[in-house]
């Protein structure tokens, strides 16, 4: 089993109803249990404070984030960031000085997004730094309940006036999908996921050859999104409950 966090555990600062006895019930049916999230404000320990703050523990291997994953391919390759990335998430990337040369690293910067920034991430990739994407995500569903811009678009806007493509890190990518799956021994075929996210949770998951992908009707869900992108979802619920009860009635 794998989870999303935003808009299928929790809105905000605000869990959504029945998903953390529905978290109880998949632990209690001994199905193992990996949270895969595309948020890039948070880091790691916040996720996981927030989780328990919600009565939900979660250990370190089992939340997988683009962030975690950007840190181990910069050191893998050797490369240091120039991150465009929220202030909050910053940290996550101390201690890094690539010997290899740079890397652009593109997360959702919120209001830190600015001309001078973009720009300066445009000329580092102009003059040959590497592309990393934390995530290309269209859209998330803000604080006040409204959708807002992710940070695929600004990913978009850098591979436009660059010509280059970037690494994608986190959902959609197939790897981020079965890195998770590797920490859990679960192979792909055995796998469920459950997103609120059409895109990228569901037709991701399915392209990254799990066995199925459910779509919640929480979070960012807008009306037929379950027509827009191929696949299609396993199975279209209403919320972490239903799928829940889905998972459990089909686990055969």
Not at 67 to 82: S, T
Not at 130 to 157: M, W, Y
């Amino acid at each position: 089993m794998l989870l999303d966090l935003l808009g299928v555990v929790y809105d905000g600062d605000t869990p959504i109803a029945g998903a953390v006895s529905a978290i109880e019930r998949l632990r209690n049916a001994g199905l193992p249990l990996g949270f895969v999230s595309n948020t890039t404000r948070s880091p790691h320990k916040a996720i996981i404070a927030q989780l328990a703050a919600f009565g939900v523990k979660v250990g370190e291997e089992e939340l997988s984030t683009p962030a975690r994953a950007a840190v181990e391919w910069l050191r893998g390759h050797g490369r240091a960031p120039l991150l465009l990335v929220h202030p909050n998430l910053e940290p996550e990337f101390s201690g890094l000085d690539g010997a290899n040369g740079r890397a652009v690293v593109v997360g959702d910067a919120g209001e830190a997004f600015d001309y001078a920034r973009l720009n300066r991430a445009f000329r580092e990739l102009v003059a040959g730094a590497d592309f990393v994407a934390l995530a290309t995500n269209r859209t998330f569903k803000d604080a006040d309940g409204l959708l807002s811009l992710d940070t695929g678009a600004f990913v978009a806007a850098l591979e436009f006036a660059s010509g280059r493509s970037p690494v994608v890190l986190g959902k959609p990518s197939p790897d981020f999908f079965l890195s998770a799956l590797a920490h859990m021994n679960c192979s792909a075929a055995d796998a469920v996921m459950v997103g609120d996210d059409a895109e990228s949770d569901v037709a991701g998951a399915l392209r990254a050859g799990l066995g199925a992908a459910l779509l919640v009707r929480t979070g960012k869900y807008r009306p037929n999104d379950e027509t827009r992108f191929d696949p299609a979802p396993t199975a279209l619920v209403d919320d972490l409950g239903a799928a829940t009860d889905w998972i459990l009635t089909n686990r055969a």
